[in-house]
């Protein structure tokens, strides 16, 4: 980072461009592939239980949530991608953290890095209201299965989601992504950290999340987002 950056805001719409560097610091103009973004929030402060109860809790620190999982293209060395911070960041500016990994097309090449100089925090009193709900499509296994459809006894729940303005993955109340199995609303499953957006489009995406040993018979799945 050389430059000063916008802070990541809650609601803001950011863009975020970077590039594949040799260890020289020199651009890899023949680096094509695919670049897999997560953004954390803020890092979070914790103390140990003592469980044993034989020694003082230890304090460290930890990272904060998930508030974006993305892919995006990259084509000779240089990539971009979008999104829109959640509204459920915790608003004290402070700095968060950016994890990179990038894959070479056809060979295996790959690459790391990351970025603890970005701010989050504040919000962006000017984002447009949006009360349209995601669009979601649910199968199991696969694309083919019906609504009332059978499946073996442990199928993958599939969702494909989209909405203008992304997904919420922060983890905030009534926010979080979240699947119920036959209305067993006491036990949900939380799918946040299932979801990934499509390649170059932080307004679709989707999650494959495993279920395991269902009895035989009837059941319903319910799902949020």
């Not at 809650?10 to 975020?16: D, G, I, Q």
């Not at 651009?27 to 929030?41: A, C, R």
């Not at 209305?183 to 979801?195: E, I, K, M, Q």
């Amino acid at each position: 980072m050389s430059q000063a950056t916008d802070d990541f805001k809650s609601l803001a719409r950011m863009k975020v461009s970077g590039e594949i560097n040799d260890e020289n610091n020199m651009l890899l103009t023949n680096y094509n592939g695919e670049v897999s973004t997560t953004i954390f929030d803020k890092t979070i402060q914790r103390v140990t239980l003592n469980n044993d109860g034989n020694s003082p809790p230890i304090n460290f620190n930890t990272l904060g949530e998930t508030i974006f999982r993305g892919n995006a293209s990259i084509t000779n060395g240089l990539f971009e991608f979008s999104f829109v911070v959640p509204r459920d960041i915790r608003i004290s500016l402070a700095n968060g953290k950016i994890s990179f990994y990038a894959k070479k097309d056809q060979t295996l090449e790959n690459e790391t890095g990351f970025n603890t100089s970005i701010q989050r925090g504040g919000i962006n009193e000017n984002a447009t209201e949006d009360n349209i709900s995601p669009k979601v499509k649910l199968y199991m296994n696969d694309e083919t299965f019906v609504s009332g459809g059978i499946t073996n006894a442990s199928p993958f729940l599939l969702a494909f989601l989209e909405d203008e303005n992304g997904i919420n993955t922060a983890r905030g109340i009534g926010h979080d992504i979240v699947a119920i199995l036959d209305g067993d609303v006491s036990n949900p499953y939380l799918l946040n950290d299932y979801y990934q957006t499509n390649l170059d489009d932080y307004t679709k995406g989707s999650l494959r999340f495993p279920l395991r040993n269902l009895t035989v018979g009837l059941h319903t799945i319910t799902f949020k987002a």
